[in-house]
């Protein structure tokens, strides 16, 4: 059974960085596709980022491409999520997400099979 436990979160002011860390288990991960979506209260989940399972094809939200960055360590079941330049309309639940298709990328949230249950992450004016 493939668990998702995300971490990093917390509080920073605008400007500021923050790094989220999703820690998997399960045999999948190595060759999972991952991404990161978040929920802010009132508001549709957003899709942020995604890495194929080589880890050398990455896609990301327009309201994130150039100040947010996804990697990940197959060897330590590993996905991160570098935030910088973090804004208050960052403001968010963040979830790591797995999918089995690992050679493709997606926005999709339908086409994630694995949660985690988020990590808060609260941007300061």
């Known amino acids: 059974q493939v668990q998702l436990v995300e971490s990093g979160g917390g509080l920073v002011q605008a400007g500021g960085s923050l790094r989220l860390v999703c820690a998997a288990s399960?045999?999948?991960?190595?060759?999972?596709?991952m991404g990161w979506f978040r929920q802010a209260p009132g508001k549709e989940g957003e899709f942020v980022a995604s890495i194929n399972w080589r880890g050398d094809t990455t896609v990301y939200g327009d309201s994130v491409k150039g100040r947010f960055t996804i990697s990940r360590d197959n060897a330590k079941n590993t996905v991160y999520l570098q935030m910088n330049s973090l804004k208050p309309e960052d403001t968010a639940v963040y979830h790591c997400?797995?999918?089995?298709?690992?050679?493709?990328?997606?926005?999709?949230?339908?086409?994630?099979?694995?949660w985690g249950q988020g990590t808060q992450v609260t941007v300061s004016s």
């Open positions: 997400a797995g999918r089995n298709a690992g050679e493709m990328t997606t926005p999709l949230r339908n086409r994630y099979d694995y």
């Open positions: 399960g045999r999948t991960f190595s060759s999972s596709a």
